[in-house]
């Protein structure tokens, strides 16, 4: 395990803590007749139309201006395969956590990304496929091989779910008397693991004294007070202010870096996967439509969806509509420069336009970091007779999309045709 | 014996019938609490556990409990009393008198008690019970340590709540010679036009009502970390 998030396949050691085998999560009874209660557990369903081939038409699209854009989320859906009335929460999905990496799994609300997560601890059980865990078969375990299981995998939650009724040192302590720890050893280690999350003082305070960024401190020291090999972070950070939220991100990478935890994120947030994580997967209705290294992700996304991910985290690429007004401000050829992967942490557009009778003006687009390494692309508009040589010159030394002119555009193909999956 | 005029409280005469009939009530009031009370508790958990979506869901227990409590509940307690007659002087051996008050009283109190706390626990977050099964807790732990601290505070209000159902149980008592101050009431104050007796013993049911009411809201702001 490496210190910093390495280069391209994380921190991660190679052998899988996690694995999911063609997993099947089902929710609902099937329904017997029209106007029958649905989901018990999911709420509400909708029916819309399928595709041809058994898929469900998209409805999770972006309104709004580019990258500023707000996502609507995908309600769960009745899918063809399943019983009327019932929800695949998690459908067919074969995945594979490795020891020691960050793990995300990133989605819109409804997509199943919190079921996936409740089969590693069982706290849902799975229909079909198979589950290990550290070597355990988590399908095939009772009640009892369960409690063993689970206190050797952490839980952070949104709502933190701490006991009001508890003290901080007793919350952190609880699953320790659980344990079975002596009142003596619990103490230390309560110390201990207050001291590990910047509590130190507040052992003796209820939760609701508290602040939210503390509270979820609270939440993460209690989860790692059996010292388990795995983490899961609920939407961990999503009920925390943006300064709170890199505060708890730093603890749980620590968490990560120090004590070799594996951790699983689930967040709506690409800029959470963008900060924490090493691996990420896309979800959406029940199914992982895209994983791997958090920057190649970033870098080459594959699926319409994972780039409007991208782009609520980094608003670097104009959407569709943006490149629409942009063409009404500037009529000349926009050219969309991305980093490339292994480059340098510049564009250089020097180099593309000297001695050409060209003009090159950024119109949009932004540089950042993603897993501590430059990451972003500018959209520049060029005009003049020197244009074409331009636009050949740059794509030799930068990744490079073509959006042509006002007068003959062409589409940015990232930005895919909504029902594309 | 001495004739009383209506509309008069003599210390030598009634004062000390109504010592008596405060500690009457008292002891059947607390007798039955404590025991009721924590029959009822059980109770309550046996219903919030195995309703639908709860930890124990099973449809046949649930379905049992419920109808019970649901017949029992609505009867009036005065015919209740009556009605369950023949078991108590099974159970207790007498069917008139304080202890035999006590018998019905707990039975009723039982049921409203389960009521009480599987209402409360019904309004605990589901989130608490998710993380401490997500720990490795086992069902029953969930229950009985978790679930029931966290909801501690609603169920000691729930408890004084009780209080003032089951002092009127006590004062309905009277009708079977249960003793009291509701006895104290009807035979001293109602029956003999004597209206002083009847406010006094009000007062003074009142006043028990106010000391309990709260030491319930004391212990449950001890007890509530919100």
Known sequence: MSATPAPTAGAASGTPIIRFTDVTKVFGRPRRGAGDRSSRRRGTTVSLPATTDGRIAKSAGVVGGGGMGMVIPDGPLDVPGAAPGQVRAVDGVTLEIERGEVFGVVGYSGAGKSTLVRLINALERADSGR???????????????????????????????LFSARTVAANVGYPLRLAGWSRGDRRERVAELLDFVGLADKARQYPAQLSGGQKQRVGIARALATSPSILLADEATSALDPETTRDVLDLLRRANRELGLTIVVITHEMSVVQHACHRVAVM????????????????????????????????DRPGPDVVERLRERHPGRLVVVTLRETGRSSIELTAATRGLDVTANVVFGGLTEVQDRPFGSVTIELAGPGTDEAVARLAQHASITDLGTAAAPAADPRWGQGARS | MTILAANEFQWDYHGPMLWTAIGETLQMVLVTLVVGGLLGLVLGLALYGTRRGSMFENRVVYGVLNTVVNIVRPI?????????????????????????????????????????????????????????RAMGASRMHVL????????????????????????????????????GLGQFALTYGYQRYNDYITWIAVAVMIVLVQVVQQLGNWLARRTLHR
């Not at chain 1, 959406?284 to 409007?308: I, K, L, M, N, W």
């Not at chain 2, 009036?76 to 009605?83: G, L, N, V």
């Not at chain 2, 304080?98 to 409360?120: D, G, Y």
């Open chain 1, 131 to 161: 589950i290990e865990v550290d070597g355990r078969d988590v399908t095939a375990l009772g009640e009892r091989g369960l409690r063993s299981l689970r206190a050797d995998i952490g839980m952070v939650f949104q709502q933190f779910n």
């Open chain 2, 144 to 179: 009985l340590r978790v679930l029931v601290p966290e909801q501690l505070a609603p169920l000691i209000l729930g408890y004084a709540f009780l209080f003032v159902g089951v002092l009127d149980m006590s004062a309905m008592a009277g009708a079977i010679g249960g003793g």
């Open chain 1, 284 to 315: 959406e209705q029940g199914r992982v439509v895209e994983s791997g290294p958090v920057y190649s992700v970033f870098a080459d996304p594959q699926q319409a969806a994972t780039q409007r991910f991208i782009q609520t985290a980094l608003h």
């Open chain 2, 76 to 132: 009036p307690f005065i015919i209740f009393i009556t009605a369950v007659r023949p078991l108590t002087l099974e159970v207790i051996g007498r069917s008139l008198g304080t202890a035999a008050a006590i018998f019905p009283m707990i039975i009723m109190c039982v049921m409203a008690t389960s009521r009480i706390v599987e209402q409360n626990l019904v309004a605990s977050d589901a989130g608490v019970i998710e993380a401490a």
